[in-house]
């Protein structure tokens, strides 16, 4: 099993459209973890971190599952500008892991 | 936020050659680097973490010989990728840390290498 898994996608919306992603982790040891967005070609950047009460920025909202070692990512009001890849990062004792990505493209 | 640079951003090279990637903090002091690499569709793969005046410590499986790192201030690491060859050629990415906790990472904008 991959300690950090998600679906790859692609998740193909139109503007306005809610959409969610999920992430499963395997370490229940896991303490920090994170939501980064990652545009064709470029780099990572922080989109969120992801606390055990959930949270909220704007459009955005992640929640963490520590039972079921889950995190979600749910945008609503999909815009064009969202449309790139989704990463999921899991912290494990200052050792940071990356999810391969779920793939979003929010159409007109 | 901080700003990591990265050059070059890409590069194009023969097979058998040598390549240098540079890692910079451009307004910090950077107490550890990361090297990561990025295959198409995949996820980012630690390579090594870099601390400044000692050894790297590689991942499993990373060829210590063949991807050189040196880590000679708290604003420069650098990358070698020595004889590349085609199967080298990848998204390579570093990213800095200022304190103990790799929480906040700060991302280099990567150098994509093609090795024909």
């Known amino acids: 099993r991959k300690e950090v898994e998600q679906d790859p996608g692609p998740f193909n919306v139109p503007e306005g459209a809610t959409v969610a992603f999920n992430c499963t982790y395997s370490?229940?040891?896991?303490?920090?973890f994170f939501w980064y967005r990652q545009d064709c070609r470029k780099e990572p950047k922080l989109l969120m971190s992801?606390?055990?009460s959930g949270n909220e920025d704007g459009r955005f909202t992640a929640q963490l599952n520590r039972a079921s070692q889950y995190i979600s990512l749910l945008i609503r009001d999909s815009k064009l500008s969202d449309s790139a890849t989704y990463l999921c990062?899991?912290?494990?004792?200052?050792?940071?892991?990356f999810g391969a990505g779920t793939r979003l493209t929010v159409k007109p | 936020g901080a700003v990591v640079s990265q050059h070059p951003s890409w590069v194009i090279c023969k097979s058998g050659t040598s390549v240098k990637i540079e890692c910079r903090s451009l307004?910090?002091?950077?107490?550890?680097m990361f090297w990561y690499r990025q295959f198409p569709k995949q996820s980012l793969m630690l390579m090594a973490t870099?601390?400044?005046?000692?050894?790297?410590?590689?991942e499993q499986g990373v060829e210590k010989d063949k991807f050189l790192i040196n880590h000679a201030s708290l604003t420069l690491s650098t990358l070698t990728v020595t004889s590349a060859h085609p199967e080298d050629s990848s998204f390579y990415i570093c990213?800095?840390?200022?304190?103990?906790?790799?929480?906040?990472?700060?991302f280099g904008p990567g150098t994509r290498l093609t090795v024909l």
């Open positions: 990213s800095a840390v200022t304190g103990t906790s790799r929480n906040e990472q700060f």
């Open positions: 370490n229940s040891a896991s303490q920090s």
């Open positions: 992801v606390y055990s």
């Open positions: 990062v899991v912290n494990t004792n200052n050792d940071m892991r």
């Open positions: 307004d910090f002091q950077a107490t550890t």
């Open positions: 870099s601390n400044e005046g000692s050894k790297a410590t590689y």
